[in-house]
């Protein structure tokens, strides 16, 4: 209940705080990349993450708060449903949305993948799947729901896919996320 209180009230002030802080050119491949190694270092069970930095520059306009939490909210969701001795992939790449210059970032996971009828409702609040044996209450539902409302408020996009194989097998999740680059200086 705490957990969810905590999120629902984190929810409503995201708006309020995106709309009243600058936006500012930072590094956030240098911050996936922190993300990874920090990660890789705590992590308890065997699953590694790796980053691929495709990119010279990593400057995106933005705030490094708020996008931090998204990268860190998908992949917790990518660990929490990746198998022992899985892998999670995080590539960052250049990309073009309206004419200008982006930054997109994927999460590949190998956990079981999204429901085909869930992959745009994940984003709504409260809704939460999780695999038999997660413990109940810890996922309120509303982390992608934030994450989505944050990378929008950046003039980005968030959406999911599920991985296949080339016979058409399931071989999990993949989140992009699509952030305006920064000015090239």
Do not use: W
Not at 34 to 51: G, I, K, M, S, W
Not at 99 to 124: A, C, Q, Y
Not at 132 to 147: D, E, T
Not at 154 to 183: K, M
């Amino acid at each position: 209940l705490d957990r969810l209180i905590t999120d629902i009230s984190r929810a409503s002030r995201v708006d309020a705080e995106l709309a009243r802080e600058d936006v500012e050119p930072f590094d956030l491949c240098g911050l996936l990349g922190e993300l990874a190694e920090t990660y890789n270092e705590a992590e308890e069970r065997d699953v590694q993450l790796h980053f691929v930095n495709e990119v010279r520059n990593g400057l995106v306009m933005g705030r490094e708060v708020p996008l931090g939490q998204v990268f860190r909210n998908l992949i917790d969701n990518a660990l929490t449903l990746s198998p022992e001795g899985g892998k999670i992939s995080v590539f960052a790449r250049r990309g073009h949305r309206h004419g200008k210059t982006s930054l997109v970032v994927t999460i590949e996971d190998e956990g079981p993948g999204i429901p085909e009828e869930n992959l745009e409702t994940i984003f709504d609040r409260f809704y939460t799947e999780r695999p038999k044996g997660a413990a109940f209450g810890s996922h309120s539902g509303l982390g992608l729901a934030i994450s989505r409302q944050i990378v929008k408020a950046h003039g980005g996009q968030i959406y999911a896919v599920n991985r296949t194989g080339s016979e058409g097998q399931l071989l999990g999740a993949r989140f992009t996320v699509d952030l305006p680059a920064a000015p090239a200086a």
